[in-house]
């Protein structure tokens, strides 16, 4: 049998656009406990999703003492590493992802290394705009695997991506397997994608929305991770998924869209070894402001539910 959907969260009130953070109302951590308790229920506990940057060897210190502090809370976490180097140092990056894996390695669920080395537009929000972006995701994964040897460690070490609308012209995939080849594809325990349909792009009806998560799954693993060497065995985690609201974006359509999504990636998850959804996210950053990005969560700034917060607890009850 397949076994069930692994749910994940990413927790706090804020979220990365192409113009910076989008910043609300401070954490109220009580809350944010009660809320993740709700929706997980009585089933396995919610994989929390937690972000941190590194801008340069001159950062590793610090960055370094928010991944110790995140891994000291005693939940595992997935653990994202995010490359934000003006500079490109690629050899100081792989070092500080070993430096994480021999320190953490049995701490962390998961480690994410990159995130959305593929996205050159969205500036400081995906690390695709910074320069050695593809070879901080070769040589990380490839540093992070060895240590994990090396130390005997548990965490499981993967990356994500932005949908590619055209790999051909990209180029992307056929670089990650001319640089990477077997050594990388096999360093990996997962392969990630951050999906947003209905958001970025063109605007979608209900009864195209299946149809388009569909299309963007088989994409990445029929044509993406198949150019990239990269065999079906490893699993596909979407570690980025959700739906705004705000003006044209009705409470009530967010959570028709996140169960059709949801439904749709558990009919396909046997098919194309999918194991993992994760949400982007609880709470809104600012829900008195317009832009999208202040208003991903299931939950208002005041931690009150939208209808896709009810939603969601229900999917995870029946799918997890």
Same mark, same amino acid.
């Given at each position: 049998?397949?076994?069930?959907? %692994?749910?994940?969260?990413? +927790?706090?009130?804020?979220?990365?656009?192409?113009?910076?953070?989008?910043?609300?109302?401070?954490?109220?951590?009580?809350?944010?406990?009660?809320?993740?308790?709700?929706?997980?229920?009585?089933?396995?506990?919610?994989?929390? &999703?937690?972000?941190?940057?590194?801008?340069?060897?001159?950062?590793?210190?610090? !960055?370094?003492?928010? !991944?110790? /502090?995140?891994?000291?809370?005693?939940?595992?976490?997935?653990?994202?590493?995010?490359?934000?180097?003006?500079?490109?140092?690629?050899?100081?990056?792989?070092?500080?992802?070993?430096?994480? %894996?021999? &320190?953490?390695?049995?701490?962390?669920?998961?480690?994410?290394?990159?995130?959305?080395?593929?996205?050159?537009?969205?500036?400081?929000?995906?690390?695709?705009?910074? +320069?050695?972006?593809?070879?901080?995701?070769?040589?990380?994964?490839?540093?992070?695997?060895?240590?994990?040897?090396? @130390?005997?460690?548990?965490?499981?070490?993967?990356?994500? @991506?932005?949908?590619?609308?055209?790999?051909?012209?990209?180029?992307?995939?056929?670089?990650? =397997?001319?640089?990477?080849?077997?050594?990388?594809?096999?360093?990996?325990?997962?392969?990630?994608?951050?999906?947003?349909?209905?958001?970025?792009?063109?605007?979608?009806?209900?009864?195209?929305?299946?149809?388009? @998560?569909? /299309?963007?799954?088989?994409?990445?693993?029929? =044509?993406?991770?198949?150019?990239?060497?990269?065999?079906?065995?490893?699993?596909?985690?979407?570690?980025?998924?959700?739906?705004?609201?705000?003006?044209? &974006?009705?409470?009530?359509?967010?959570?028709?869209?996140?169960?059709?999504?949801?439904?749709? !990636?558990?009919?396909?998850?046997?098919?194309?070894?999918?194991?993992?959804?994760?949400?982007?996210?609880? &709470?809104?950053?600012?829900?008195?402001?317009?832009?999208?990005?202040? =208003?991903?969560?299931?939950?208002?700034?005041?931690?009150?539910?939208?209808?896709?917060?009810?939603?969601?607890?229900?999917?995870?009850?029946?799918?997890?």
């Amino acid at each position: 049998m397949t076994a069930p959907l %692994v749910f994940g969260v990413f +927790p706090l009130g804020m979220a990365g656009g192409p113009d910076g953070l989008a910043v609300g109302p401070p954490d109220d951590f009580e809350a944010i406990g009660r809320a993740l308790g709700e929706l997980q229920g009585d089933g396995k506990p919610l994989l929390p &999703r937690m972000y941190v940057v590194w801008s340069g060897p001159a950062s590793t210190a610090e !960055v370094s003492a928010q !991944v110790a /502090q995140f891994a000291g809370i005693g939940v595992p976490l997935d653990m994202v590493l995010c490359y934000r180097d003006p500079a490109g140092d690629v050899a100081a990056w792989a070092s500080f992802v070993s430096q994480v %894996v021999t &320190r953490h390695g049995r701490e962390f669920a998961a480690l994410q290394v990159t995130g959305e080395p593929n996205l050159t537009w969205a500036g400081a929000a995906a690390d695709g705009a910074f +320069p050695g972006a593809l070879d901080a995701l070769v040589q990380g994964v490839l540093a992070g695997a060895a240590a994990k040897r090396d @130390v005997g460690a548990t965490v499981e070490i993967g990356f994500a @991506v932005a949908p590619d609308i055209d790999p051909a012209t990209s180029g992307f995939w056929t670089e990650v =397997r001319d640089s990477g080849g077997a050594e990388f594809a096999a360093a990996l325990d997962y392969a990630g994608i951050d999906i947003y349909p209905d958001v970025f792009g063109p605007r979608l009806g209900p009864d195209v929305l299946p149809a388009s @998560v569909e /299309q963007m799954l088989r994409d990445f693993r029929e =044509r993406d991770l198949a150019m990239a060497g990269i065999p079906a065995s490893v699993p596909i985690r979407i570690c980025e998924n959700g739906w705004p609201t705000g003006p044209d &974006r009705p409470e009530e359509q967010q959570a028709a869209a996140l169960e059709s999504i949801i439904r749709t !990636v558990h009919g396909l998850r046997t098919e194309l070894n999918v194991t993992h959804w994760e949400l982007f996210t609880l &709470r809104d950053a600012d829900s008195s402001k317009d832009d999208i990005f202040h =208003r991903f969560g299931v939950l208002r700034d005041d931690y009150s539910p939208k209808p896709a917060f009810h939603t969601l607890r229900r999917l995870i009850s029946e799918f997890g």
